[in-house]
């Protein structure tokens, strides 16, 4: 999603949420698509800061999109103050893509009722440019480096990932026929590893029923209000496990395997956005908070505890 200066003034929920609207009419699904085609044969990370810091939530969405459509292989981008100060030229004729920043202004007010003076918090929510470093001339040379994809036997288990899944806590049993997660048993249920076509779709599953697991209450507690298989909750649950895959997968350079119900689940998501312009945002904070929380799980290295 590009920005220009002629572009009508529309506020930033209803921009985004008609992008990935306009995705899911197509039968896409805006978190699977920087896996299609030649771009999974790469390696997919997260969209990265100048300082390598990864973007969330929404902005990984916008950013993979954005990425996709001018078929951009790095993962870097960078506002053009940033890449001014780092002696970088955008390219003329060159157009900036749409991120997001959220936070919120803090006031205080006159409680009507006690006479007392109390903080309000008014969110709030902007928008502004980031260029992609192929967009850019003269920058340091390290930004224009490709990283190395590494090779991997697909068939076989990766010890590394069972570890990182165990590390959550959650019980995971291969059986059945079926993937899915049970609150009342806080369980993970897989079908056995030798059922899957190759490691990697075993992996995007589990990840995929992983942040399923993040909504227990001892956990997240996320609660849409579900009340029966197939509710509007339930649709709003599935689409954050959706996001939240696609945004570990990318974490941990696995690719995510596209499920046999995302048809099922179109025309719901397609109706949900439609009625609540801004879920697809409160979707994005929530996967992002999921993977956040399966990411802590893991042990902290030496670096990280100093």
């Known amino acids: 999603m590009n920005t220009t200066a002629s572009e009508p003034k529309c506020d930033v929920y209803t921009r985004v949420t008609n992008k990935i609207r306009a995705d899911l009419e197509q039968g896409e699904l805006t978190w699977m698509k920087p896996w299609s085609g030649e771009h999974a044969a790469g390696r997919i990370t997260r969209p990265l800061r100048a300082n390598g810091t990864p973007y969330q939530g929404i902005n990984i969405l916008l950013l993979w999109t954005s990425a996709l459509e001018q078929g951009f292989d790095s993962a870097t981008w960078m506002t053009l103050k940033h890449s001014n100060e780092l002696g970088g030229r955008v390219r003329k004729g060159e157009h900036g893509s749409l991120v997001v920043y959220a936070d919120a202004i803090r006031k205080t007010e006159t409680d009507q009722d006690t006479g007392e003076d109390v903080e309000v918090s008014i969110p709030f929510m902007k928008a502004y440019t980031v260029f992609n470093v192929e967009q850019i001339a003269d920058l340091p040379e390290r930004f224009y480096g490709k990283p190395e994809v590494p090779e991997v036997n697909p068939d076989e288990r990766d010890e590394m990932l ?136 893991q042990p902290k290295t030496a670096d990280q505890a100093a």
């Open 162 to 297: 069972d570890q990182y899944f165990k590390n959550t806590g959650v019980t995971i049993l291969e059986m059945g026929n079926r993937a899915s997660y049970s609150v009342a048993l806080d369980m993970i249920k897989m079908p056995p590893f030798v059922s899957f076509r190759d490691s990697e779709s075993f992996f995007s599953t589990l990840a995929h029923e992983a942040c399923h697991s993040t909504r227990h209450p001892t956990r997240l507690h996320r609660d849409f209000g579900r009340k029966q298989w197939g509710d509007e909750a339930y649709a709003k649950e599935e689409l954050v496990a959706e996001m939240g895959s696609a945004f570990l997968c990318a974490d941990l350079g696995i690719t995510p395997e596209t499920r046999e119900d995302h048809a099922a689940y179109i025309q719901s998501w397609i109706t949900l956005i439609k009625e609540e312009k801004r879920f697809i945002f409160t979707a994005a904070a929530h996967a992002q908070r999921a993977v956040e929380y399966l990411h802590n799980c």
